[in-house]
């Protein structure tokens, strides 16, 4: 008598080490499995992997079927499925990196049913040998990841993504088709949706926030502060796994040999290095050769790195968008994670740079094209805003998402910062009245010389410009430059002045100058500064948890329990050496957290850890058992 297939609630216990699912995954994970197509937008560390993969495992059992997993990206495929198998699950990939031989195993083994899952690249689908290779097996699911690369609205639009729907229908008895993004907009789910051939999904629209990242913005005048910031803040965390996106491949290379000159461990990825090099940088990064991966925003993108524990962005990112999602990358496995934004003034021309350099979509009408470039602006306003605003980051970004979210939320350097509002109506007319001046000579300056002409510096290029005969020469030499740039940005944030574009950006007056210094409405009421009143307070930790209780990061930890930690991480990574994976790949931070405050003295309380799977206790029990009874003392 056989044994009745597993539930998907054993599947995850048993395979993937989870007592429970997280939202949205168990009504994802049933409708695919009654048959029903779903449509799941769910940001990064939802889960969405669980959602096809715990199904995979439930249809191999009943003999329904293999799941197939169309992806872009090339190295998740390879993470993921590295990641499978180390928890005992049949899985391979089919993707431009394998040769003749090596792709005839993988058929092979989709032929004679030894697979539950496959991940493919959407070019494999066009294949007729591939197409008739799953038809004699059968499909039981279809998953499309980064769904939104199928819409000509999205940032990461594939063409070869909209001819999958062409391969559904060539098949012998259609699929539910599974559609996962972690963004899209509700014009970018109706082209998922209509390019999909959708019936009746099942649409799963989960909440954007991540209550286990904090979110910063430092605000450094200049260069040579901005790399301090940097530099200090990356030192703190020198034996943390750390990400640092830059705008640009000249940046990357600066930051990385800035970096690499203050003793830390960083390597770089840019479109600019050959392949070999950014494979062999994107693998020490992966194997903690390397804690900081310094990089353009070609780095990421199906990097399931689950123990990163902070993303830096050196320069302004273009959008809310392409932030959240590079941000996202810290904090997979749920611990807690730090997102700082080093914004300054001029990050908004490099972004302007950028998007007017941007190659023009061929596939558009200049309409369209001049909507997607207007749609590009307005969305660098969006982030421009989020760099400058003193209220909840946490709330401005999910409002902008669309979702509700409480005005405070504890865990942003706006909310542990004191602000208070000054009247700098005066000093702000000083300002306006310093541009009006040079701008009467038939002269312009950039923020940096209004500045000092107003603190009357000596420097060189003031007085060859003669501005130090101006009126306004020297009227602030009392204030502060930070104070004073701080006014200047303001007001070009305000409108009432404006930042050319151009290699050398000036400041400029507007058509609201004027009236903003004959104080007319709807300039007359005071100009209101917020300004931060000392450092941002720290993010309260909770206190120590007690045994039995899942722990979420080191810090919860007692002293004990933090000490551990250091041992199993240890352990984990020499099995990690022996074995050539990423260490996250044997456990990840948050289950070797989870396994801290347990202390479990024998596998089946290591199975009650999250993330420790029947494969994982057998196969790593007996080790991470005698490691704990060694440093707690239990085996004396």
Not at 196 to 224: E, I, T
Request: glycine share 8%; charged share 25%; hydrophobic share 40%.
């Amino acid at each position: 008598m056989t044994s009745p297939a597993p539930t998907p609630l054993d599947v995850l216990r048993t395979t993937f080490g989870y007592g429970s699912f997280r939202p949205h995954q168990a009504e994802i994970v049933d409708a695919a499995l009654a048959g029903r197509d779903v449509l799941a937008v769910m940001p990064t560390s939802a889960g969405k992997s669980i959602c096809y993969q715990v199904p995979a495992l439930v249809l191999a059992a009943r003999g329904t079927g293999l799941t197939l997993v169309v992806s872009p990206l090339i190295s998740l495929m390879a993470d993921q499925v590295g990641a499978l198998r180390q928890a005992g699950v049949a899985a391979s990939f089919l993707n431009s990196t394998l040769g003749a031989s090596e792709r005839a195993s993988v058929l092979h083994g989709v032929a004679s049913g030894a697979l539950a899952l496959l991940y493919v690249a959407p070019e494999r689908l066009d294949d007729p040998a591939f197409l008739e290779c799953v038809s004699a097996c059968g499909v039981g699911l279809l998953a499309v990841d980064e769904a939104h690369c199928i819409s000509q609205w999205g940032n990461d639009f594939r063409p070869s993504y909209q001819r999958i729907i062409d391969f559904v229908d060539r098949l012998p008895a259609r699929p539910p088709v599974m559609a996962l993004t972690a963004t899209a907009t509700r014009a970018v789910r109706r082209d998922i949706h209509e390019a999909l051939g959708l019936r009746d999904p099942l649409v799963v629209l989960a909440s954007f926030d991540r209550p286990n990242l904090s979110f910063a913005v430092a605000r450094p005048h200049g260069a040579a502060e901005k790399d301090r910031t940097l530099v200090a803040f990356c030192r703190q965390r020198a034996e943390r796994s750390g990400i640092v996106y830059c705008s640009s491949r000249r940046a990357v290379e600066e930051v990385c040999e800035l970096l690499r000159d203050e003793g830390l461990l960083a390597t770089r990825y840019h479109a600019g290095l050959t392949p070999e090099e950014r494979e062999r940088n994107q693998d020490d990064f992966l194997y903690d050769r390397s804690r900081v991966m310094v990089a353009t925003n070609a780095f990421g993108m199906g990097i399931d790195k689950s123990n990163v524990s902070y993303v830096v962005h050196y320069n302004l990112p273009l959008s809310l968008e392409n932030y959240y999602q590079e941000a996202g990358r810290a904090g997979r496995d749920g611990t807690r994670a730090e997102c700082l934004l080093l914004y300054s003034p001029g990050d908004v021309h490099t972004a302007e740079f950028l998007l007017s350099r941007s190659e023009p979509r061929e596939d558009l009408t200049l309409e369209q094209r001049a909507v997607l470039a207007e749609r590009d602006a307005e969305r660098l306003r969006q982030m421009v805003f989020y760099a400058t605003t003193t209220d909840c980051l946490r709330a401005h970004i999910l409002r902008y998402f669309g979702e509700e979210a409480p005005a405070y939320c504890g865990n942003c350097s706006n909310c542990l910062t004191d602000f208070e509002e000054v009247d700098a109506t005066t000093d702000a007319l000083k300002v306006v009245s310093c541009v009006a001046r040079i701008a009467q000579r038939g002269r312009s300056a950039g923020a940096a010389t209004v500045v000092d002409v107003l603190r009357g510096s000596r420097g060189e290029k003031v007085l060859r410009r003669g501005f130090d005969t101006l009126s306004t020469y020297g009227i602030m030499a009392d204030v502060p430059a930070r104070r004073v740039r701080a006014i200047l940005d303001e007001l070009v944030f305000r409108g009432v002045l404006a930042r050319t574009a151009g290699d050398y950006p000036t400041i400029e007056l507007t058509e609201a100058s004027g009236a903003f210094l004959r104080r007319e409405a709807p300039w007359d009421e005071p100009f209101m500064l917020k300004v931060a009143r000392g450092e941002p307070r720290v993010a309260r930790i909770a206190a120590a948890p007690d045994k039995t209780r899942a722990a979420t990061d080191v810090a919860e930890l007692d002293e004990l329990g933090r000490a551990l930690y250091d041992e199993l991480s240890d352990l984990r990574g020499e099995l990690a050496r022996e074995q050539g994976v990423p260490a996250y790949f044997i456990f990840s931070n948050a289950t070797l957290v989870d396994m801290c405050a347990k202390r479990p003295h024998d596998v089946d309380g290591l199975l009650g850890v999250s993330g420790v799977g029947a494969k994982k206790a057998e196969r790593y029990g007996e080790l991470f058992l005698a490691r704990i009874a060694e440093a707690t003392g239990a085996g004396a």
